[in-house]
C-alpha cells in the first residue's frame, strides 16, 4: 500500500519513444507532457493522466490487491476509451516491476513496465517488450517525470 503515493500531484514529463518497436530500429522521438497524479483508498489506489502533444491523454489507473500484496497497472488512452491489458507486479527495494501480455502489431508480447529512480521530486518509468516469453526486451518507451 502506498508505493505510488510519490505520483500525487503535477509533472513535467519528458517522454522518449522509439518510433518503430520491434522492428530493430534506433530511431527514438523525444517529446515533453504535463501530468497530474492522485492517491485513492488510502493509497491502495492511484491515478495519474497525462495530455500529449497532440492533445491525446492517457490515464492509468493502479490498483493495490491486499490479499496478493500486487499492484494491477491499467492503461487508457482517450483515442479507444478501453483499457489495455493490465500489468501485475510490486515494489522490492524501491523499485518496482510489473508484467502482463498484449499485443504489438497483431503479435503477442510480453510487456513489462518498471518504475525506478523514484526521489521526492522525480522518478522514472519505462516499458519494453519481449516476443520470446522474457528472455530478451526491447526498451520502447522512457518517461522522466519532474515534479512541476
Known sequence: MGDFDFLAGTWNVLNRRLTKRLAGSDDWVEFTAPAKGWTLFD??????????PD????LTLRLFNPATRKWALNWASSETGTLFPPVVGQFTDGRGVFYGEDTEGGAPVRVRFTWSEITENSARWDQAFSIDDGANWELNWIMDFTRS
Open 43 to 52: 493509497g491502495m489506489a492511484n491515478v495519474d493522466e497525462i495530455i500529449f
Open 55 to 58: 492533445g491525446t491523454r492517457g
